[in-house]
């Protein structure tokens, strides 16, 4: 088993600031994902990585930049934050291609 | 494009009610079918999943065929009970050897004691 960290656990921002997402895991697997939630549209990947240093734009990239310093880390920059935006971000890990392990998540507001 | 369709935003049972999610997609590839199932305030995890068309896969009283026929793969419990109380994802890989799984829109299940 293993455990994926992100931090902070709540994140509360200014429009137009840049906020930066943590992610951790020590399941040791190749690939880690950026998901955004949102009430009724489901996850939206933003981000993946498929190794250390590798970086792949999903549908949502616009806005959001990302990094994979190290294999066990991932973390997701919010370039300039949107006045009122309010969504959960997920950190996820895998193996392969298919299953994901996911973190509790980041939960955003912007004031 | 691939997507999946959830179009149960909501649903509401009493304990040891019939559950059953809809779940529908499209794609051209050979994809793989996901359940996945968020409880509050944790990420999502993997419920069930089936690789291959025609089969059934089940894990903790939850049960899903992959039919091709129709592009479905509904979830279903026979019996549900309050813990049961999440919300619900159906999810796919399209199969081509894309690394991206795409998510329906999720179910939020509320079960009554």
């Known amino acids: 088993g293993g455990i994926i960290t992100q931090t902070p656990k709540f994140l509360i921002g200014q429009e137009g600031q840049k906020l930066t997402l943590k992610c951790q895991q020590n399941?040791?697997?190749?690939?880690m994902y950026w998901y955004r939630q949102d009430s009724g549209k489901g996850l939206r990947l933003i981000y993946y990585?498929?190794?250390?240093?590798?970086?792949q734009k999903g549908d949502l990239s616009e806005g959001y930049d990302a990094s994979r310093e190290k294999k066990s880390s991932f973390s997701l920059t919010v370039t300039s934050a949107q006045k009122n935006e309010m969504a959960v971000f997920l950190c996820?890990?895998?193996?392969?291609?298919?299953?994901?392990?996911f973190g509790a998540g980041t939960r955003l507001s912007v004031l | 494009g691939d997507s999946v369709i959830q179009m149960q935003g909501q649903v509401t049972l009493s304990e040891n009610d019939f559950l059953f999610i809809n779940c529908t997609y499209s794609t051209t590839g050979y994809p793989t079918l996901f359940w996945y199932v968020q409880y509050s305030g944790e990420g999502p995890q993997l419920l069930l999943q089936?690789?291959?068309?025609?089969n059934k896969g089940s894990s903790r009283g939850f049960e899903a065929t992959y039919d091709k026929g129709t592009t479905s793969f509904h979830l279903q419990k026979t019996s549900v009970q309050e813990i049961d109380s999440a919300v619900y994802y159906c999810a796919m890989s399209d199969g081509s050897g894309s690394w991206q799984l795409i998510f329906g829109s999720g179910t939020q299940l509320t079960v009554m004691p």
């Open positions: 996820a890990t895998a193996t392969g291609r298919d299953t994901l392990y």
């Open positions: 399941f040791n697997h190749d690939t």
């Open positions: 089936v690789t291959t068309a025609n």
């Open positions: 990585s498929i190794t250390e240093n590798d970086l």
